[in-house]
């Protein structure tokens, strides 16, 4: 039998889960995998989190250096968020010679690099599954599973508010405000929503992704990155006629020495397996070169499938700390620089609200033209009284700086009416 002891930062939503499955379960985990994760000292700088968690005051402190320099403790579970003073207990927790288990996107996103660094010097380990996808193993399946696989693209639904909001809009009709409203009611989405509706929350996890597949880790203002609050009823909608849906994808791919890292709204054919991910569930598709095409699906958040990834990651400390205690992560980078989003080639859903009169079509198609994009599909949706109707367009590959100078051209046209709308269309 092997025994690890573990020290845990930060009591939350996901601390408490956490701690809940290794109350509980201790003595199925130890017969399931030999290795016995034992729940030394849980700190949180609110007492009340050790009394609602039954805690007894033996293995709770408010001070988090007393889990840093516990001597029994082997690895230190950082489950605080943010990067201050997260940051520090984890670089601290290396130098006290612990192994670090969190599941800080945010931090990992800026500082990984500097973080594994500090790891490989004091040979200790850091582990994350938690950090993207919730319970999905997809860090274990790429840094292990596939090692033998050359991956050149990932295409994945990873945050889940995004997915239950375009979700509702197109089961029930829905605004995107009505949309968010249900979402925070259920408890979905936070009361601050940004990070999850403007594509900051998948940018962070697309960053870690990316440094597994191509050891480079790419800053996040190089990651493009559109959220889906400008997404309409009326988008959902025409997109459903075409037998298109609309997905908050993330997206990265090789393209020779250079990568591409995107997330943004992307729709997919509806015979697509991504297309059939709906709610809160995430997704995450990639082709190995060895094993062909995989789809890993499950819940990308929430207490019990979080805290499911975090123990998974103590399972395999304590499997690996009496072999080895040197940080694995090292590969070799396959990328030299993130292709500008102005320089993708991709097809696009356009939507203008023009006026209702002969010849606009035309006069909208001879400037699409003129910047060397080719229509491959339109229509004139529903007459109304007013004095504007959509019209919807679907484009050929393009380049996307060429549909940015198009669109300018045809948005300052007075028979346009505010700004076009356009979504990306991906071939996956």
């Known amino acids: 039998m092997k025994r690890i002891n573990v020290g845990i930062i930060g009591l939350g939503t996901i601390g408490a889960?956490?701690?809940?499955?290794?109350?509980?379960?201790?003595?199925?985990?130890?017969?399931?995998?030999?290795?016995?994760?034992?729940?030394?000292?849980?700190?949180?700088?609110?007492?009340?989190?050790?009394?609602?968690?039954?805690?007894?005051?033996?293995?709770?402190?408010?001070?988090?250096?007393?889990?840093?320099?516990?001597?029994?403790?082997?690895?230190?579970?950082?489950?605080?968020?943010?990067?201050?003073?997260?940051?520090?207990?984890?670089?601290?927790?290396?130098?006290?010679?612990?192994?670090v288990v969190t599941a800080n996107k945010a931090l990992l996103a800026t500082d990984i690099s500097e973080i594994l660094q500090v790891a490989r010097k004091y040979h200790k380990q850091l582990k994350f599954e938690a950090s993207v996808c919730g319970g999905i193993p997809i860090i274990k399946a790429l840094r292990e599973g596939l090692v033998s696989n050359r991956v050149d693209s990932i295409f994945g639904i990873i945050n889940g508010t995004s997915?239950?909001?375009?979700?509702?809009?197109?089961?029930?009709?829905?605004?995107?405000?009505e949309a968010l409203a249900r979402a925070k009611k259920k408890g979905y989405a936070e009361r601050n929503s940004r990070l999850d509706i403007e594509g900051i929350d998948a940018a962070h996890k697309l960053v870690i992704l990316c440094y597994l597949l191509f050891a480079r880790l790419i800053p996040l203002e190089q990651v493009f990155c559109e959220g889906i609050s400008d997404i309409s009823e009326l988008d959902v909608k025409y997109a459903d006629e075409m037998g298109l849906v609309i997905k908050p994808l993330a997206i990265a791919k090789k393209i020779g020495d250079d990568v591409?890292?995107?997330?943004?709204?992307?729709?997919?054919?509806?015979?697509?397996?991504?297309?059939?991910?709906?709610?809160?569930?995430?997704?995450?598709?990639?082709?190995?070169?060895?094993?062909?095409?995989?789809?890993?699906?499950?819940?990308?958040?929430?207490?019990?499938?979080?805290?499911?990834?975090?123990?998974?990651?103590?399972?395999?400390l304590g499997r690996e700390v009496q072999d080895d205690n040197s940080c694995k992560l090292v590969s070799i980078p396959r990328?030299?620089?993130?292709?500008?989003?102005?320089?993708?080639?991709?097809?696009?859903?356009?939507?203008?609200?023009?006026?209702?009169?002969?010849?606009?079509?035309?006069?909208?198609?001879?400037?699409?033209?003129?910047?060397?994009?080719?229509?491959?599909?339109?229509?004139?949706?529903?007459?109304?009284?007013?004095?504007?109707?959509?019209?919807?367009?679907?484009?050929?590959?393009?380049?996307?700086?060429?549909?940015?100078?198009?669109?300018?051209?045809?948005?300052?046209?007075?028979?346009?009416?505010?700004?076009?709308?356009?979504?990306?269309?991906?071939?996956?």
């Not at 997915?163 to 405000?177: A, C, D, G, I």
Request: net charge positive; hydrophobic share 45%; glycine share 6%.
């Open 17 to 99: 889960g956490v701690v809940k499955v290794l109350r509980e379960r201790r003595q199925f985990i130890l017969q399931r995998s030999g290795v016995d994760v034992h729940l030394v000292l849980a700190c949180d700088v609110r007492r009340a989190q050790a009394k609602k968690l039954k805690l007894p005051a033996s293995i709770f402190t408010a001070n988090p250096l007393d889990v840093l320099r516990h001597e029994k403790i082997d690895v230190v579970v950082e489950l605080i968020g943010g990067h201050h003073p997260a940051k520090e207990l984890i670089l601290g927790a290396l130098k006290n010679n612990k192994h």
């Open 163 to 177: 997915n239950y909001l375009l979700t509702k809009m197109r089961e029930e009709s829905l605004t995107f405000s």
């Open 260 to 316: 591409e890292a995107r997330v943004h709204p992307t729709l997919l054919p509806k015979n697509h397996m991504l297309a059939a991910v709906n709610g809160v569930f995430n997704a995450v598709m990639f082709r190995g070169d060895l094993v062909g095409d995989m789809l890993f699906y499950g819940r990308g958040a929430g207490q019990l499938p979080t805290a499911s990834a975090v123990v998974s990651d103590l399972v395999d």
């Open 335 to 428: 990328v030299k620089k993130v292709r500008r989003m102005q320089d993708i080639v991709s097809r696009y859903y356009l939507r203008f609200l023009a006026i209702d009169k002969p010849g606009i079509l035309a006069k909208i198609s001879g400037i699409l033209g003129k910047h060397r994009i080719g229509i491959a599909q339109v229509g004139q949706k529903e007459r109304r009284r007013a004095k504007f109707v959509p019209v919807v367009m679907i484009t050929h590959h393009s380049r996307e700086k060429d549909l940015w100078e198009a669109l300018a051209d045809i948005d300052r046209l007075a028979i346009v009416k505010g700004r076009t709308v356009k979504i990306r269309m991906e071939d996956i």
